[in-house]
């Protein structure tokens, strides 16, 4: 089921973003696939996110950090239709917890958003600076910016916000589409990724303590 939640999202979204491609050759490349197949071989995935022995720790992150932006993006891509300005007015996970938007361009303060247009925002700013060679360098011997983890700890936490919406608000919707184990997989991934590098602040988890 979820591989043709997948296709229709990919046969009826026409704007669904291209996916970021690690070029052929490259380290980040190697890794990449080194990380895939660790994933599809039913490892532990307290395991799977450990950086391998010699590898950098930089490219490591800049992997991990793509292949859950285009993951997170694509399991959003399914629940969209669920998530509309009516449904979602708020950014929220629950009546708890709710995410204002900045950008520092558009969007100065902190700013009330729908759910929707949160998403919009965010899946568009993730995809400028991961297409940005002076963040996410790809050309080899080019070295990361100073600030990489900064802005990878960034990004993670609000792609947590995207778990939090869609498990507090569309979990109903992700269990008729039959997508439940793959969303649980994504999220477990994500999950030990970030607390294996202490990439987010362990008050940003708290919406989903109990999971």
Same mark, same amino acid.
């Given at each position: 089921?979820?591989?043709?939640? $997948?296709?229709?999202?990919?046969?009826?979204?026409?704007?669904? &973003?291209?996916?970021?491609?690690?070029?052929?050759?490259?380290?980040?490349? +190697?890794?990449?696939?080194? @990380?895939?197949? %660790?994933?599809?071989?039913? $490892?532990?995935?307290?395991?799977?996110?450990?950086?391998?022995?010699? *590898?950098?720790?930089?490219?490591?992150? @800049?992997?991990?950090?793509?292949?859950?932006?285009?993951?997170?993006?694509?399991? =959003?891509?399914?629940?969209? +239709?669920?998530?509309? *300005? &009516?449904?979602?007015?708020?950014? %929220?996970?629950?009546?708890? =917890?709710?995410?204002?938007?900045?950008?520092?361009?558009?969007?100065?303060?902190?700013?009330?958003?729908?759910?929707?247009?949160?998403?919009?925002?965010?899946?568009?700013?993730? +995809?400028?600076?991961?297409?940005?060679?002076?963040?996410?360098?790809? &050309?080899?011997? /080019?070295?990361?910016?100073?600030?990489?983890?900064?802005?990878?700890?960034?990004?993670?936490?609000? $792609?947590?916000?995207?778990?939090?919406? /869609? =498990?507090?608000?569309?979990?109903?919707?992700?269990?008729?589409?039959? @997508?439940?184990?793959? /969303?649980?997989?994504? =999220?477990?991934?994500?999950?030990?990724?970030?607390? +294996?590098?202490?990439?987010?602040?362990?008050?940003?988890?708290?919406?989903?303590?109990?999971?």
């Amino acid at each position: 089921a979820m591989a043709l939640c $997948l296709k229709q999202v990919f046969n009826k979204d026409k704007t669904f &973003r291209p996916r970021k491609k690690f070029e052929p050759g490259t380290q980040r490349f +190697e890794l990449y696939k080194k @990380a895939q197949a %660790s994933l599809k071989s039913g $490892l532990d995935l307290k395991a799977v996110v450990q950086l391998p022995p010699g *590898e950098s720790i930089n490219d490591w992150i @800049a992997v991990h950090v793509v292949d859950f932006f285009n993951r997170i993006n694509l399991i =959003y891509g399914t629940m969209a +239709e669920f998530c509309t *300005e &009516r449904s979602c007015p708020i950014m %929220s996970g629950g009546l708890k =917890y709710e995410y204002r938007w900045q950008d520092d361009c558009k969007y100065k303060k902190p700013t009330k958003l729908s759910a929707p247009q949160y998403m919009c925002m965010l899946m568009d700013w993730i +995809e400028m600076l991961i297409n940005n060679e002076d963040i996410f360098p790809t &050309r080899i011997g /080019v070295p990361f910016p100073k600030q990489f983890q900064q802005v990878c700890t960034k990004i993670l936490t609000r $792609l947590f916000r995207v778990f939090v919406h /869609v =498990y507090i608000h569309h979990f109903d919707s992700i269990i008729n589409m039959g @997508a439940e184990a793959h /969303v649980n997989t994504c =999220y477990k991934h994500f999950y030990y990724f970030i607390r +294996e590098f202490s990439l987010i602040d362990h008050r940003e988890l708290e919406p989903l303590v109990r999971m």
